[in-house]
Structures are given as structure tokens and as C-alpha cells.
């Protein structure tokens, strides 16, 4: 069975899925999926070099904000 975000299990009741993946140089994106949305992938053109993050509300799941923080040019 598929669950979400493509993990091996699904969570309990009253818990979010998640998976981060870092990505692999120039080669693999990074991307961050939440409660089996994709957030952040270079599909949806909003991850950049550096840290990506994604502010979500824990208690209803939806996202508040997704950006990237250059950590090489400063």
C-alpha cells in the first residue's frame, strides 16, 4: 500500500507524515513533503541552495511559509 509521502508505514491518528530529502549536489533536489503534499521540490521551482524550509501549523497541517537561506554567499 502507498502511504504518505512515500513512507513504509503510516502514522498514527492526530500525527503528521513528513519526509525531508537533503538532495545530492547538482544532481538530486532537495524536497520536503508534509501530510503528503509536496512543499518544496525543484518541480515546484521554490528550493534553492542552502537551508529550504517550510514553516507549517502543527495543528491543522497547512503551510505558512517556504523559503531558502543561502548559507555559501552569506
Known amino acids: 500500500p502507498r502511504h504518505k509521502c512515500g513512507n513504509q508505514k503510516s502514522c498514527s491518528q492526530n500525527y503528521f507524515a513528513f519526509k ?9 533536489g532537495p524536497s520536503i ?3 503528503g503534499t509536496v512543499l518544496m521540490s525543484s518541480v515546484k521551482n521554490n528550493i534553492g541552495r542552502g537551508l529550504n524550509i517550510a514553516l507549517v501549523n502543527g495543528t491543522s497541517g497547512q ?3 517556504a523559503d531558502t537561506f543561502d548559507m555559501y554567499s552569506g
Open 33 to 35: 513533503c508534509f501530510d
Open 63 to 65: 503551510l505558512l511559509k
Open 20 to 28: 525531508i530529502i537533503s538532495g545530492a549536489a547538482n544532481v538530486v
